[in-house]
């Protein structure tokens, strides 16, 4: 791909400390990168094919300078776009996309929610995965349970609960692969509290040896979590033992020092960015001083990496980079992912144009798409009435160009239904949508359980949009300064020093409501209309309808199915019918 001018940081390369590591996370399928043209996508267009070049070159880089180079991975592999969850009926998510994740040369890799959400994913993972990492993928609080030679049900580690290792240089590793306290997991699989975790026999007898480092690797964020009763347990038998902690899970860039020698690291989402820690180990050895660390956040495409390794763009590809991309291309062929549904004549987004705006995505979607692709072959469809969905039922932008499977898989991926309740008056049914948004806001207190529930369950965004959110507020000073830079991320982190690899000015955010709804139809209040909503906020609209009018007591009795459409389905039923 053709990539506009991407401003490098002018520093020098990658800081090399005697010791290295490589670090993805919540890569979810995004294995051919972001293939858009509108900013920010070229920052993050590279592929795994060319992350496995890069890789290829960063090792022999680090065997002229005789230094170690690890590589590891904090989870979530599933569930994100087309190659991992395009898959035909009868399939497994991520089943195939993982045989190339495989094929990088992983030293450790850790478990993520995303592998637990249905047990036939984990039982994948467990059956074809995990046994090519040999011992390396670690889900040090994570069980399944599957049959026994006897066939009586068992409850095992998932993959391993630790590895010890030995590097290239002769350092001694030991790792664990911690996920933070995750209850949304399926039946037959189990997680254990990082706290109780920490007081079992195996893990006392796993960190009790002192190596000449810990590695921990984990689906847990590096701040406001539970890294630190990790990082506690091992600090308590081992104090100055140099400590390199690999979190995920909120997927934004972020680093934290718990002691001056140790390092926690986070990096990102969704193959945007490729963390690195360098750190001078021999210089600490044999003393109690601080260890210097160096860290940075990646863009992931080919001109950061050719950059980094020194490499033109004839002689950057391996062969087995080139394998990768040409396989994860034929993949694509093969799951029909460019399969287009009409051309989307711009760019709609989430958080970067107000909603309601003619540029957001949540307007595409509750105020056109859905009253459209609900009309199709819907009795109903000449009664006035109005839509209500959770924006949260969008996950990633649409950008101008064609809209294909792979892009309606990865922008609205969720599979709810529509219903209905009849003859609401238009009076009652028009403040339906902004009770739901006023209730939010009202009731901090049951706003926040709700959030814990939620992120128990393991919904990020709320962390996600906040940390956007905080970037666009700070830039708001510095914005002119940097007009001439490219959109991108602008990260501060809770460690010394820029982390940032390449400058950017930040993507503009705009906060957006609970609940979306489609425009109120132009009738007077006492006609009797549909209420249509989706299955998810069923619970919650019930009881605001109820609050709000005293004439009948709804229940789920008087609910019913709108159309046989569901929510993932929108967006190409109207590009089909108004992109062509
Ligand atoms: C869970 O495992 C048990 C024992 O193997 C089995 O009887 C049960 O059907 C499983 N439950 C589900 C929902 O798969
Ligand atoms: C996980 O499996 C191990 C080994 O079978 C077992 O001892 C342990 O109790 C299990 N842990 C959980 C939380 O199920
Ligand atoms: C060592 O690191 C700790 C934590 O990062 C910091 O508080 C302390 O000031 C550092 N000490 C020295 C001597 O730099
Ligand atoms: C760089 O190499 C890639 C892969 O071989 C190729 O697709 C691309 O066109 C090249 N770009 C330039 C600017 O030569
Ligand atoms: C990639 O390499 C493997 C083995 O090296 C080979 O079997 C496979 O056909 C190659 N795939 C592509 C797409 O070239
Ligand atoms: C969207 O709104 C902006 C500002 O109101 C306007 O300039 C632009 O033409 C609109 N675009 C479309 C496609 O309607
Ligand atoms: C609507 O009905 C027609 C004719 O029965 C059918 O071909 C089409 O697939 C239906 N559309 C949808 C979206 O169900
Ligand atoms: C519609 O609701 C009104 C009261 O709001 C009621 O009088 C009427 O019978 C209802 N019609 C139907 C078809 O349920
Ligand atoms: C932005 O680029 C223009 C044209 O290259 C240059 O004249 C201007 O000084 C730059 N502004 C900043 C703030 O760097
Ligand atoms: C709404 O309907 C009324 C009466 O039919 C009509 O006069 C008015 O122009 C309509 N308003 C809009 C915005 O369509
Ligand atoms: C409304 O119906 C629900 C479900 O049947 C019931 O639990 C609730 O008590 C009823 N509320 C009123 C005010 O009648
Ligand atoms: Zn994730
Ligand atoms: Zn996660």
């Known amino acids: 791909m053709l990539l506009a001018p991407l401003t490098l940081l002018a520093v020098a390369s990658v800081i090399l400390g005697d010791f290295n590591v490589i670090h993805t996370t919540d ?37 002229e300078k005789d230094v170690d180079l690890l590589l590891v991975d904090s989870g979530d592999l599933h569930d994100g776009t087309g190659l991992s969850d395009g898959f035909p009926p009868g399939g497994v998510d991520a089943h195939d996309s993982n045989k190339f994740m495989e094929m990088l040369p992983y030293d450790v890799m850790s478990i993520g929610n995303h592998e637990l959400y249905i047990y036939a994913d984990t039982l994948d993972m467990y059956n074809n995965f995990i046994p090519n990492l040999h011992g390396r993928y670690l889900s040090s ?7 026994n030679e006897e066939g009586e049900p068992v409850s095992v580690p998932i993959g391993n609960r630790f590895t010890k290792f030995t590097t290239r240089k002769g350092r001694r590793v030991t790792s664990l692969g911690v996920l933070y306290d995750f209850t949304g997991n399926d039946v037959n699989t189990t997680v254990q509290f990082v706290e109780d975790m920490v007081k079992e026999q195996w893990f ?44 995920g899970h909120t997927h934004i860039r972020d680093c934290q020092q718990y002691d001056g ?3 926690a690291l986070e990096s990102g989402r969704y193959m945007e ?32 990496y050719e950059y980094h390794t020194g490499q033109s763009n004839f002689t950057f590809d391996t062969s087995e980079g080139r394998n990768i991309t040409y396989g994860l291309q034929e993949l694509a062929v093969a799951f029909d992912l460019a399969y287009m549904y009409g051309t989307s004549p711009q760019d709609y987004t989430i958080n970067e144009n107000p909603y309601p705006s003619n540029g957001s995505l949540l307007s595409l979607f509750i105020e056109d798409a859905v009253p ?54 238009f009076g009652v049914a028009s403040q339906v949508l902004p009770a739901l948004n006023q209730a939010g806001a009202d009731e901090r207190r049951k706003r926040s359980e709700w959030d814990t529930e939620l992120w128990a369950k393991g919904y990020v965004d709320m962390r996600f949009r906040a940390w956007r959110e905080e970037m666009d507020r700070r830039a ?14 602008v990260t501060q982190d809770g460690c010394p020093g820029a982390g940032d ?42 009881g605001i309808l109820n609050g709000l009018q005293s004439g009948k007591n709804y229940t789920s009795a008087d609910v019913d199915l709108y159309s046989p459409i569901l929510s993932n389905e929108a967006l190409g039923l109207y590009a089909q019918a108004m992109w062509n």
Do not use: C
């Not at 480092?213 to 406001?224: A, D, E, K, Q």
């Not at 539970?226 to 347990?233: K, M």
């Open 273 to 304: 960015t490729i963390g690195w820690i360098g750190a001078d180990l021999d210089a600490a050895k044999g003393n109690a001083n601080n260890i210097s660390f160096t860290r940075r956040y990646m863009d992931q495409n080919r001109v950061t």
């Open 261 to 263: 020698r140790s390092m």
């Open 204 to 247: 006392a007898e796993a960190i009790a040896e002192e190596p000449d480092l810990f590695v921990l690797v984990g689906h847990m964020p590096v701040s406001y979590d539970h890294w630190p009763t990790v990082f506690d347990a091992v600090r308590a038998v081992h104090p100055l033992a140099p400590i390199l902690i690999f979190g």
């Open 501 to 542: 690899d390449t400058l950017h000015t930040p993507l503009p955010y705009y906060s957006v409501p609970d609940f979306i709804g489609s425009n109120n139809p132009n009738v007077t209040d006492d006609t009797p209309i549909d209420l249509v909503f989706v299955d998810f906020i069923e619970t919650q609209l019930l």
């Open 27 to 63: 890569t979810h399928g995004w294995l051919l990168g972001h293939q858009k043209l509108s900013f920010p996508e070229p920052d993050y267009s590279g592929d795994l094919g060319d992350f496995s070049s890069f890789v290829a070159h960063m090792k022999q880089i680090a065997i």
């Open 476 to 489: 708001g000073i510095s914005r002119r300064e940097s007009q001439n830079l490219t959109l991108g991320y």
């Open 372 to 425: 459209v692709a609900l009309a199709i072959n819907n009795t109903r469809a000449s009664i006035p009435n109005i839509m209500i969905t959770n924006s949260g039922s969008q996950r990633f932008n649409i950008f101008a160009g064609p809209f294909t499977k792979n892009d309606q898989l990865t922008a609205s991926p969720f599979t709810d239904s529509f219903l209905y309740i009849p003859n609401i008056t």
């Open 141 to 147: 609080n994570a069980n399944i349970t599957v049959f």
